[in-house]
């Protein structure tokens, strides 16, 4: 087995790295049984030893492997959630026309989507009173360090953190009302906006990747290497902004499904098949 080559600027232990992804999402490894041991790997590439290593810690870093001490490398198990990010418009009057995918969807989005998939998803909910971001209050017609209501959820799913999601609202907007509250809301957050006639019809999605910070690390537990897919919604009714909601997705567990344009056809269309996660190729 030889190591495919390169440019010049590429050195060994990348490209041992990138032959080893490939057989990773080809579905040579499986997560039942450890991957070739150090001194295998060396005979099979013709490499030294260090440049074995170097191109595991490479895979080590970005979330695909992980080493059980005692036990050997192995893939690491990440079930990959599709969480679909657009939903219908709700109807403002009955005379309206009948609802259109957009980008405005519930939280019980999320315990659909769980519950299609056989696991079992937990949220802890906590709320905060704090200075307004300067990108949050801009969103949100503010004047930056005003004082914003903010709801936090810590979704986990099968006890594996999954996703830090935080509503702001404005606090003039919050007082007063449930959102003030510590708890899960029956029917969302979206039933009491409804109720103060400030329905969401639409909204503006930005997606950025960046790696997390030291407590978004600590608490996603996911590989040094292993980025943040970060979701930033802004919510409009009629009048403007509702609210702004940034949701933090771990990038080797979540997956953001969006529509566009007509999708009628669709639902006369057999489901595609979802993409294969190469960490789970072969598994039982």
């Given at each position: 087995m030889t190591i495919p080559r390169g440019t010049a600027q590429s050195p060994k232990y990348q490209r041992l790295a990138a032959d080893l992804r490939r057989r990773i999402a080809e579905g040579e490894f499986t997560t039942a049984a450890a991957l070739p041991v150090e001194s295998e790997l060396e005979r099979?590439?013709?490499?030294?030893?260090?440049?074995?290593?170097?191109?595991?810690?490479?895979?080590?870093?970005?979330?695909?492997?992980?080493?059980?001490?005692?036990?050997?490398?192995?893939l690491r198990e990440h079930p990959v959630?599709?969480?679909r990010a657009y939903g219908p418009v709700p109807r403002l009057e009955p005379q309206d026309p009948a609802p259109l995918d957009c980008?405005?969807?519930?939280s019980a989005v999320y315990r659909g989507e769980a519950d299609d998939s056989g696991r079992e998803l937990t949220v802890d909910f906590e709320m905060m009173i704090v200075r307004a971001r300067v990108d949050i209050?801009?969103?949100?017609?503010?004047?930056?360090?005003?004082?914003?209501v903010v709801r936090r959820?810590?979704?986990?799913?099968?006890?594996?953190?999954?996703?830090?999601?935080?509503?702001?609202?404005?606090?003039?907007?919050?007082?007063?009302t449930p959102l003030m509250e510590p708890d899960q809301i029956d029917g969302g957050d979206e039933a009491v906006l409804a109720a103060l006639g400030r329905t969401?019809?639409?909204?503006?999605?930005?997606?950025v990747a960046r790696m997390p910070g030291p407590?978004?690390?600590?608490?996603?537990?996911?590989?040094?290497g292993v980025p943040l897919v970060v979701q930033t919604r802004v919510t409009y009714d009629?009048?403007?902004?509702?609210?702004?909601?940034?949701?933090?997705?771990?990038?080797?567990?979540?997956?953001?499904?969006?529509?566009?344009?007509?999708?009628a056809a669709r639902t006369t269309l057999p489901a595609p098949a979802a993409p294969v996660d190469p960490a789970r190729a072969d598994a039982p």
């Open positions: 099979q590439y013709g490499v030294a030893r260090n440049t074995v290593r170097l191109a595991v810690d490479v895979l080590v870093n970005e979330g695909r492997l992980v080493r059980l001490q005692g036990k050997g490398t192995y959630l599709d969480h980008l405005a969807t519930p209050a801009e969103r949100l017609g503010l004047r930056p360090g005003e004082a914003i959820q810590l979704r986990l799913l099968d006890r594996e953190p999954y996703s830090i999601e935080e509503s702001h609202y404005r606090a003039g907007l919050a007082a007063g969401e019809v639409g909204a503006v999605d930005h997606l407590e978004e690390a600590q608490w996603f537990q996911g590989g040094p009629r009048r403007g902004p509702v609210r702004v909601i940034e949701t933090r997705y771990s990038a080797d567990r979540s997956r953001l499904v969006y529509g566009v344009g007509d999708l």
